[in-house]
Every structure is written in C-alpha cells, then in structure tokens.
C-alpha cells in the first residue's frame, strides 16, 4: 500500500507566503515524479509544478517566478514553496507520486488535497 500524505495548507493574506510538504510511504522501488496539482471550485485539476528524478523541474504558467518545488527521490518528499501569493491561488492542492513498486507495479498515487485559501 502507497500513500502520499501532505500537510501545509491554510489561510493566508494575498502577498503572502505557504510552504506544502509531501510524505510518500509504502512499498516504493523507485520515484520517477514527484509533483503538486490543484483544483479550483468549478474548475479542472491543473499541474502546479513537477519534478523528476533526473532533475528537471515544470512549473506552471501562472506560478513561475512564485512558486518553487524541490524534492528528494530517494526519501520520497516534495515540498512547494509558494510565495506572493494571489486570491487566485485559492484552491485545493494535491501531491502526486509516479514510480514503481518492487513488483514493477506502476504507481500513480495521489494525496487527500490540502486547502490553500488566499483572502483578506
């Protein structure tokens, strides 16, 4: 069994700043990608940002020069550091894990979402 378990979100005023961390646990061989996704009220799960085991790094349109990812592969943890934050930010975020399991099972596991709210 996979998890992935965040932590981090919460209410904060626009210009503000949130750090999100992710914990994936479990029968785990390897993690190729390690991501955050959000959703919006009413609107499709987009990516935030992602990064992969080599070391190359997507962030969304709307986020770069804010937001910033970093991650440890090998222990399987992936933080998002969101900074001049805006009331469009507002939504529910998700952590993503992709690898394989020791049964060369591929993994696609998604954490419960952790609400991330940007209001005065």
């Known amino acids: 069994q996979v998890q992935a378990v965040e932590s981090g979100g919460g209410l904060v005023q626009p210009g503000g700043s949130l750090r999100l961390s992710c914990a994936a646990s479990g029968r785990i061989y390897r993690i190729d990608t390690m991501g955050w996704y959000r959703q919006a009220s009413g609107k499709e799960r987009e990516l935030v940002a992602a990064?992969?085991?080599?070391?190359?790094?997507t962030l969304g349109d709307s986020v770069k020069g804010r937001f910033t990812i970093s991650a440890d592969h090998a222990k399987g943890t992936v933080d998002l550091q969101m900074n001049i934050l805006k009331p469009e930010d507002t939504a529910v975020y998700y952590c993503?894990?992709?690898?394989?399991?020791?049964?060369?099972?591929?993994?696609?596991?998604w954490g419960q979402g952790t609400q991330v709210t940007v209001s005065s």
């Open positions: 993503n894990v992709r690898g394989y399991g020791y049964n060369s099972n591929f993994i696609d596991q």
């Open positions: 990064t992969e085991r080599s070391g190359s790094t």
